[in-house]
């Protein structure tokens, strides 16, 4: 079970496990991307299903678990990716704004692990999608750093409370990603939050609310590997992890070529 599937990390995540044989229940706000990811997915072989909706609706997240009991029997591996973000400074805040990422970011995460933590056995996973902003706060955005950071303490109570029951909680941290997580932004806000990651202002297009296309996404890859991770790289890291044993508490993923990965084991 993946949230935020319908694009970015999740997505990617979503391609990775699907050619390792996973059997899948994808959550997202779009519809009609979650449609065109199924599609794919199945066209490659695979089982995967789509549901729809905010995960910030505690119903969604049940319905979700609920969709991968009925469907396949059990639940095995639960993925909270979803995520937004609204950089801006604290003085400049919106509550709206602080409200959506702290309730998309740190509360779904909570109430998803605990609706998956009721249906997973022996060997189960949970995996929180992170950021390195949770360990290293970032000026500029102070809220997603929190509600990050939030995830950190959340994971780790809730590994030791579900030790006993085998069950592996992973904390995913990566560095900065070239993803869609800031197509909410305006493009005089995206071309300022560019240019501080040394990237031209001049380069970033007006998306108006859109999914930044993989293009561009790929142009900036290209000319900035040392900066910025890709939603694969991410996504390799977290499958490789997943097929270790012991399961780390903690991987840290950093931009590079090829980039700097660090796992914790459990206890640290």
Known sequence: MITGASSGIGRALAMKLAVRGARMILGGREQSALD????ELRELGASAQAVAGDV???????????????????????????????????????????SEMLETNALAVFVGC???????????????ISSLAGATPTPEDAVYS???????????????ELAERGIHVLVVEPGQTMTNIARGLSVERLRIL????????????DFQGRHAPPEFADSVLRQHASQFLSSEEVAEA????LSTSPIPARLRILPGNPPSIDAWPEGT
């Not at 065109?36 to 599609?39: E, P």
């Not at 605990?114 to 929180?128: D, F, K, P, Q």
């Not at 929190?146 to 109570?157: E, L, P």
């Open 36 to 39: 065109a990811l199924v599609q």
């Open 56 to 98: 910030r609706q505690e119903g969604v997240l049940q319905g979700m678990v609920q969709a991968a009991v009925d469907q396949h029997g059990r639940l095995d591996v639960m993925i909270n990716n979803a995520g937004v973000t609204y950089p801006g400074q604290v003085l400049e805040g919106q509550t709206r704004q602080w």
């Open 114 to 128: 605990r609706e998956a933590a009721r249906c997973l056995g022996a060997g189960g996973v949970i995996v929180n």
């Open 146 to 160: 929190a509600s990050k950071h939030a995830v950190h303490a959340f994971s780790a109570a809730l590994r030791v």
């Open 194 to 205: 560019g240019s501080a990651l040394g990237l031209d202002p001049a380069d970033i297009p």
């Open 238 to 241: 977290v499958v490789a992890a």
